[in-house]
């Protein structure tokens, strides 16, 4: 099970690093962007986890590539009317998120090559970063790939947390 992230033209410094640090922690495989505004930003240095040197992350000319996505289901992430809601939707396998700009949606070209649209149901639009992590969580929590016990709260805390819960009898 695999899912990837593909980004037309992220501009803020601080969604990428979001995002970066969302994909490290929901074990993203891959991420691709469009456009040139994400190389500015880096230069920001938001990836406060260093994500970046465990995910490729790679500039393309087009968001999808129907030759480097074939065994991949297309997702598109956007508020477009036909969408299902991400409550009920079943996320696939294996998987290419793919998230509009900040300041702007999709194209139809690009929700007419997916294979599914889904949209978080909320009261307005949410921000990139916080979209992609809503849309991480609920792949996590419905395919169920992490383990649920102490260990995975040991190795994913900080180090200055050794804070332990006991519920009273």
């Not at 921000?127 to 991480?136: D, E, H, I, K, S």
């Not at 102490?150 to 190795?155: E, F, G, S």
Request: proline residues 6%; aromatic residues 6%.
């Amino acid at each position: 099970m695999q899912a990837h992230l593909a980004l037309v033209n992220p501009k803020s410094p601080q969604n990428m690093g979001s995002i970066l640090r969302a994909a490290g922690c929901y074990q993203v495989k891959t991420i691709r962007y469009t456009g040139q505004r994400y190389a500015r930003a880096s230069a920001f240095f938001t990836d406060t986890k260093n994500a970046h040197l465990n995910i490729p992350i790679t500039q393309v000319p087009e968001v999808i590539d129907l030759d480097a996505d074939k065994g991949l289901v297309k997702v598109g992430i956007e508020l477009v009317e036909g969408a299902c809601p991400l409550p009920s939707f079943n996320h696939p396998d294996d998987a290419l998120y793919i998230f509009g700009p900040e300041d702007g949606s999709l194209s139809q070209d690009v929700v007419n090559q997916c294979d599914h649209v889904v949209y978080i149901p909320t009261i307005g639009c949410m921000n990139l970063a916080a979209t992609v992590n809503v849309l991480l969580y609920d792949r996590l929590a419905k395919t169920g790939t992490m383990p649920d016990d102490d260990q995975v709260i040991l190795n994913s805390r900080d180090t200055n947390n050794r804070t332990k819960f006991v519920k009273a009898t």
